[in-house]
């Protein structure tokens, strides 16, 4: 673990390099809604980069007809537009081509809805920029694809990361260390169940920041940690967890909204979103404890090196992780 923290504390001091691609490397988000037999609404949001939209655009199926995209409005975050096409022959077998994706460094979540039917959700890549219409879904299908949004989610949440990656630095006991994340992870999947069945509501930049606020209080804890002395949350790991882990899972259930749940299997989209953000939570503590353990073995000498001065390692990681969590506590407080 000694030498994680020493891997951790390169990857704050090289943060700043990847800082000013931090727009670009924001989502994009496509919205087709059928609205008769022939007629589609599509929504664009196409991600900001340096003040201007980013250069994408949609390409629908040549049968059908459809104006020029028109000109994106800035929301304050994105660049949005919306008009209506008309595909004669329907949108089935047929392919949208995200064009100028390949050049990009962003994903672009495809939110696919036919009349009376589920809707489904893909995502597109820079390797993958075209999107095959399909028939309804399958719950095989709904299963495996909002499995792997919620994967994908959280390995991509770096806040949430951090707020695990710091349980792990602070908590030594391996099965307190089990309670907690097991606190953790029952009290987010109660929030993020019902904010996204509609039972709570609560608006997101005040939930992100709180989440923010949270790795802050986990790293002022790493700091005030004294041998000899369990502070509370060392005491009561799963207590603290447990209490802010339902902020997390509002904040989950924040990006479940923005993709939507299919209508017809709200509950099996809801638990493959959940178990998919489970497994990438489950799946970085592995990779986490996997690499410290391979650390230890390939470089002994320095692991014991830095075991003589503990004290020190633990400010410079309690202060890293606190810088990095407090600066995102201001950015999104001033985008209130």
Known sequence: ???????????????????????????????????????????????????????????????????????????????????????????????????GLEAQRTDVLVRYQPLDQTATTNRLTPTQNIFVASPEPTIIDVLASYFRLGFEHILEGWDHLLFVFALLILIRDIWR????????????????????????????????????LSIVFLAVELLKREEGRQRLSERAPWLIAFAFGLL??????GALREIGLPQSDIPTALIAFNLGVEAGQLAFVLAVLLVGQALRRVLPAITKNWQQIPGALNTCTGYAIGCMSTYWLVERVSSF
């Not at 304050?76 to 995200?98: E, F, M, N, R």
């Not at 997390?248 to 259930?253: E, S």
């Open 1 to 99: 673990m000694i030498l994680l923290r020493l891997m951790f504390l390169l990857c704050v001091v090289l943060s700043p390099f990847n800082a000013a691609y931090g727009h670009a490397l924001e989502p994009g988000y496509l919205d087709l809604r059928q609205l008769t037999d022939r007629s589609w609404q599509v929504f664009w949001r196409k991600p900001d980069v340096a003040g201007k939209p980013m250069a994408i655009d949609v390409r629908m199926p040549g049968s059908c007809v459809y104006p020029l995209d028109p000109a994106p409005k800035f929301d304050g975050a994105a660049w949005i537009s919306a008009w209506v096409v008309d595909c004669p022959q329907g949108l089935v077998g047929k392919t949208v081509t995200l064009q």
């Open 177 to 212: 260390l089990i309670g907690a994340i097991t606190a953790f992870t029952v009290a987010h999947s109660i929030t993020l169940a019902l904010a996204a069945l509609g039972h709570v509501a609560i608006p997101g930049p005040p939930v992100e920041a709180i989440i923010a």
């Open 248 to 253: 997390h899972g509002l904040g989950f259930a």
